[in-house]
């Protein structure tokens, strides 16, 4: 695969990934949405299916990474780093792009988070946050906790995906894409609960860099203080599950 090649296939899977993930988070977030309010089983298959639109998508030009952490797993496994620079650039655009993508999906529903007043009991509603729409946001701020909820969970990512490939015909089959967002949501579910599972330092540092600077009325914070724990800790797992996979395998 030529550089070429993986820079734009790489940015336009991620920009895919981030355009269904962040859209299913505004749809359950806004107020005027449809799927207001429907639950984080909801969400965790939207990822799920942003996984399969994405990587689907780019497979063919880059092999589909779209996640730095598994980039650098598979380099540790490798030992090729050559190309690595050119996954991550690709994917940091491609976040930025999707996140930008998301938000001209529900434009109309962004320019409406303002207070609400005159409700029939008589109560305001308040303008809703929208960092957590972009990026995640842990339940309990503890930053130890948050740090090895990450890297346990991107553990949980990359190892498999990595062990996937020791199963003869399943990626000439099409079919690892389809267990990899199966994986996904599965995260989701089991350790997403804690911190929003970034688990992909590209997922959330580009959306999170696209919500400091959008003019969304009422935004609420972009939180930087909290930003390197979704970038070092899936980085850190990403390496981890190279190591124990070169270890165990």
């Not at 991550?88 to 655009?93: A, K, M, S, T, V």
């Not at 792009?97 to 409406?112: D, E, K, R, S, T």
């Amino acid at each position: 695969m030529s550089n070429a090649d993986i820079f734009v296939g790489e940015t336009i899977g991620t920009a895919i990934l981030i355009l269904f993930g962040a859209g299913v988070c505004a749809a359950v977030t806004l107020r005027h949405s449809k799927a207001r309010a429907s639950g984080w089983v909801v969400i965790a298959f939207g990822w799920g299916f942003a996984v399969l639109a994405g990587a689907y998508t780019a497979a063919p030009l880059s092999g589909g990474h779209l996640n730095p952490a598994v980039t650098l797993g598979i380099a540790v496994d490798t030992g090729v780093w050559g190309k690595v620079w050119v996954y991550l650039l690709g994917q940091l655009l491609g976040a930025m792009i999707g996140a930008v993508l998301a938000y001209l999906v529900y434009l109309a529903q962004f320019q409406a988070n303002v207070r609400q007043t005159g409700t029939t009991e008589g109560t305001a509603e308040e303008p809703t946050p929208t960092l957590g729409i972009f990026s995640t946001i842990p339940e309990i701020r503890n930053p130890v906790a948050n740090l090895i909820t990450e890297i346990i969970a991107t553990v949980a990512l990359v190892l498999p995906i990595l062990a996937f490939g020791l199963t003869k015909g399943l990626g000439e089959s099409g079919t690892l894409v389809l267990i990899v967002s199966l994986l996904v949501v599965g995260i989701g579910l089991s350790l997403g609960g804690p911190t929003g599972y970034a688990i992909n330092p590209a997922r959330d540092l580009g959306p999170r860099i696209v919500h400091t600077f959008l003019p969304i009325p009422n935004k609420g914070t972009s939180d930087w203080g909290y930003a390197w724990i979704p970038v070092v800790g899936p980085l850190i797992g990403g390496v981890l599950a190279g190591l124990l996979y070169n270890v165990a395998f």
